[in-house]
């Protein structure tokens, strides 16, 4: 006799493969639009979710609001039937639903799960029975289980509960982090292996077969607090190594040894070492945020996360020491920062991208401005910047060229784009806060 998820896996299967399954993805930002995506390229039915109606507007006219993703890929996805919409009625036509919204921290530091408890609250009356309903978004583990499968349960009109073993009918829960590095284009999307953990072990199934079909590999785990812990871990890795690179730099630049020229060596080391750089401090929606998602939930267990705590304190901390490098540059120039002209190099938290979510440029401005300082920004990927969540600014990139009027020019973010040799040449002094201008020879030059 065929069990319940035998039925379901086996209906879900021939939908997959006939690509008739419909698939739900709410959140269309940088994570859920090219998720949207890569299942169009395969043929799959998607439709988007989001709250904010001028997305919606943009993909269902045909264009795009990430300027790595082209509108003509957009347009690709029309053709396979991706539209998006914000009616949460539609949740009830998808046979699979992957919530992917932001997880930031509030003003307390803390985990702010408001979006995702939103999420889940506005599609559990329309979920149906056998739907396959999965979290993308990072965060703590115990998420999926203590938060999103009590308001799925309470919150459908079916009365239906979460499937806990293979007989069990009702809804199929997973957590799968999403490993999206925007960006980086050295592994192509379908060949970053998907880590599943379901809440039964036909949620895990099921998740595994949806996403069997875009990635060459999937990973399953036993629960989804081991899939959302293992993000974590991914994330806390970069966040503690990066930390440490920092630190070292720091030690470097008193010893006059040149921290990239050590990382440089020591990478070609064949096992047991990874390469991680220093820069002017962390940004993004992940590694500056995730780690303290841990260290929150590690409280209740009375639990200390030190690793955390400390690389925290030393990323958080290098933005101020940008600030103290370009004021002894401008020292060494007889000129003190306040009264400075300064442009900074790059908005952006990484290069050759347009996301400024926590960027470290953001609070190296401010600084500057507190000092006194007249700041100036280029960045060609954002024209205008105004205020967001943790500062207001409210600036119009400045042409990159006459760079002979400012004090110093501080490189936060090295685009591909820029002439360094040239920015050096013009320039009266440059700190270097990513070795952008790596064998460019000049007194002019501070690294930091
Ligand atoms: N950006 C990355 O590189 C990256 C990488 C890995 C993981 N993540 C994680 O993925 C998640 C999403 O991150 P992102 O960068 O895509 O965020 P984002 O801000 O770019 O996109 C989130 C989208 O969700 C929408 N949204 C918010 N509430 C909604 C609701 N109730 N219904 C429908 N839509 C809603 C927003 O309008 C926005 O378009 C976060 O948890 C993040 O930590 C991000």
């Excluded at 009702?170 to 960006?183: A, C, K, L, N, W």
């Excluded at 812990?229 to 470097?252: D, F, G, P, S, W």
């Excluded at 590694?287 to 841990?294: A, H, V």
Aim: glycine residues 8%; charged residues 20%.
């Amino acid at each position: 006799m065929t069990t319940v998820t035998e039925n379901r896996l086996a209906e879900l299967k021939k939908k997959l493969e006939s690509r008739e399954a419909r698939i739900g993805i709410v959140g269309m930002g940088y994570v859920g639009l090219p998720l949207a995506l890569l299942f169009s390229s395969e043929r799959f039915h998607v439709t988007g979710f989001d709250i904010e109606a001028r997305k919606v507007n943009t993909l269902n006219s045909g264009g795009s609001y990430i300027v790595r993703i082209l509108p003509a890929s957009i347009q690709e996805a029309q053709k396979a039937g991706f539209r998006a919409t914000s009616n949460y009625t539609e949740i009830s036509q998808m046979d699979a639903v992957i919530i992917c919204v932001p997880t930031p921290l509030n003003e307390h530091h803390e985990p702010d799960l408001s979006y995702v408890t939103g999420t889940v609250e506005s599609l559990a009356p329309y979920i149906h029975e056998g739907q396959l309903i999965v979290l993308e978004s990072t965060t703590y583990p115990g998420t999926t289980e203590e938060l999103v499968v009590p308001i799925l349960e309470k919150g459908n009109l079916f009365g239906l509960k979460v499937a806990r073993t293979l007989d069990d009918s009702g809804i199929h829960v997973v957590f799968s982090p999403e490993r999206e590095d925007p960006g980086n284009d050295s592994v192509a999307r379908h060949d970053i292996p998907k880590v599943v953990g379901g809440c039964g072990p036909a949620a895990s199934q099921l998740a595994a077969v949806l996403y069997g079909s875009i990635f060459r590999r999937v990973v399953p785990v036993s629960s989804p607090s081991v899939a959302e812990m293992t993000k974590l871990l991914e994330n806390i890795y970069r966040c503690v190594n990066i930390a440490l690179v920092n630190e070292l730099k720091q030690l470097c630049m008193r010893m006059g040894i040149d921290i990239h020229e050590v990382i440089d060596a020591a990478k070609t080391k064949p096992f047991g070492f990874q390469a991680f750089y220093p820069g002017p401090g962390l940004g993004g929606h992940c590694i500056p945020i995730d780690p303290f998602y841990l260290s929150w939930k590690a409280k209740e267990f009375d639990f200390q996360t030190r690793f955390i705590e400390l690389a925290g304190e030393v990323n958080l901390h290098m933005p101020y020491f940008v600030i103290e490098q370009t004021a002894a540059g401008l020292n060494d120039q007889c000129k003190s920062l306040k009264g400075s002209k300064v442009l900074v190099l790059g908005l952006a938290y990484k290069r050759d991208i347009d996301d400024l979510r926590e960027s470290p440029s953001l609070t190296i401005i401010e600084l500057l401005r507190e000092k006194g300082a007249l700041v100036f920004y280029n960045d060609p990927y954002f024209p205008t910047v105004g205020h967001g969540r943790h500062y207001d600014l409210n600036m119009t990139s400045t042409p990159l060229d006459n760079l002979g009027q400012y004090d110093a020019v501080v490189i936060v973010t090295d685009h591909s784009d820029y002439d360094y040799k040239a920015i050096v040449e013009q320039s009266k002094l440059v700190i270097d806060t990513r070795n952008a201008t790596k064998g460019i020879q000049s007194p002019k030059i501070v690294h930091c």
